[in-house]
């Protein structure tokens, strides 16, 4: 049967904007570098399980995207997120058997290295009387771990760690790593940590130099960024396994936008999560459950995304049994 007219407008409507986003977009400087890499990554990690069907591979999309104002750009439009969600998630499939995607913002919070101090080169070593560099008594155990964590999980081909700042990069990566990744059907997980610019000026539309200051208005037309979620569904990766995340202030409205993303990008859950309460406490919601989530408090060190990724991990599996079931 025909889809109502105004269902298939809104899809053309879609299509076009996705088009015109991509046509747009200044093309990535490093695109064939990251493509080998990517190809590599899934090729290594498809063969290496014991089982001989491959890992599990998650995309974990971790900080904010910003929007630029001028193409040589020193204005932006930010999105607020530190990456403490997605590199504290990384570390969490990794544990779960996952080989992990992480495609984060230039200067967000990485895996590993959670513990460190924010300035951590300045914080964490000191110089001897002999002018050789060491590592200070205080921090010695969470630098040593940073570093030996970080570097296996990088050596052994289970951590591809893949940086953007701008909405322009975040998409096209994020399209280009959804090729390799629907080659290897539901063992695909994107989970979908980043908080993505709304709104964006058009590469044709932005002025080339630096917007000068001598008017008194700001007067820049900043036109929405096609949602790429159903997008991803529907054409980029359909058998992945798909998790986004909904943010919001007020605990009023979170559960029902959740509710709203799921249905509306055909999700497989949604994490929703309220902005003063992130690190405690999120809820997960499917088609049939809102699953609340907590962090044990009872240990310090513990941590939400610990039984976040658990669920997730078993909810993945159950889905990877269902689809060979329904082969
Ligand atoms: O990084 P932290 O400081 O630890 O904080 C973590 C977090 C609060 C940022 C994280 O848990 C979170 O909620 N991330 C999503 C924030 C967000 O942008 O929500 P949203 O309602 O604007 O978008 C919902 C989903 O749509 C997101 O999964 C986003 O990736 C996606 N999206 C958004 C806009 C857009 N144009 N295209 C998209 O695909």
Redesign the pocket.
């Known amino acids: 049967m025909d889809a109502p007219n105004g269902s298939q407008d809104t899809e053309q409507t879609l299509d076009s904007q996705v088009k015109a986003f991509f046509d747009s977009a200044p093309p990535l400087q490093n695109r064939n570098d990251i493509i080998q890499k990517l190809n590599h990554f899934i090729q290594l990690n498809s063969l290496s399980s014991e089982n001989g069907i491959g890992k599990r591979i998650v995309c974990v999309?971790?900080?904010?995207t910003t929007a630029p104002l001028e193409q040589r750009c020193v204005r932006y439009v930010d999105?607020?997120?530190?990456?403490?969600?997605?590199a504290?998630s990384t570390e969490y499939f990794l544990k779960a058997g996952y080989a992990v995607i992480f495609l984060y913002r230039r200067g967000?919070?990485q895996p590993f290295c959670r513990s460190l101090p924010d300035d951590p080169l300045l914080e964490c070593f000191e110089a001897t009387e002999g002018l050789n560099i060491q590592v200070c008594e205080a921090y010695s155990k969470a630098v040593k771990t940073a570093i030996v964590d970080h570097h296996a999980a990088v050596d052994s081909g289970l951590l591809l760690k893949l940086p953007f700042s701008t909405?322009f990069e975040y998409?096209q990566m994020l399209q280009i790593i959804s090729k390799p990744m629907k080659d290897i059907g539901p063992r695909a997980m994107f989970y979908?940590?980043?908080?993505?610019?709304?709104f964006y000026v058009p590469w044709k539309d932005m002025v080339e130099h630096k917007i000068q200051s001598g008017s008194h208005i700001l007067d820049v037309k900043l036109v929405?960024?096609?949602?790429?979620?159903s997008v991803?569904r529907k054409d980029w990766a359909p058998l992945a396994f798909c998790i986004?995340?909904?943010?919001?202030t007020d605990s009023n409205i979170l559960l029902n936008?959740a509710r709203g993303?799921l249905e509306k990008?055909n999700m497989h859950a949604v994490?929703a999560?309220e902005?003063s309460t992130?690190?405690e406490q999120?809820v997960v919601v499917t088609i049939d459950d809102k699953i609340t989530v907590q962090r044990d408090k009872s240990k310090a060190d513990d941590d939400v995304e610990n039984p976040l990724i658990k669920l997730l991990s078993q909810r993945h599996s159950a889905y990877i049994e269902d689809s060979k079931r329904m082969r």
Not at 192 to 198: I, N, T
């Open positions: 999309t971790s900080g904010g999105n607020f997120s530190s990456g403490h969600r997605g504290t967000s919070f909405i998409l979908l940590a980043a908080a993505v610019s709304d929405p960024v096609p949602k790429m979620l991803l986004s995340f909904k943010l919001e936008k993303a990008y994490v999560n902005l992130r690190k999120v």
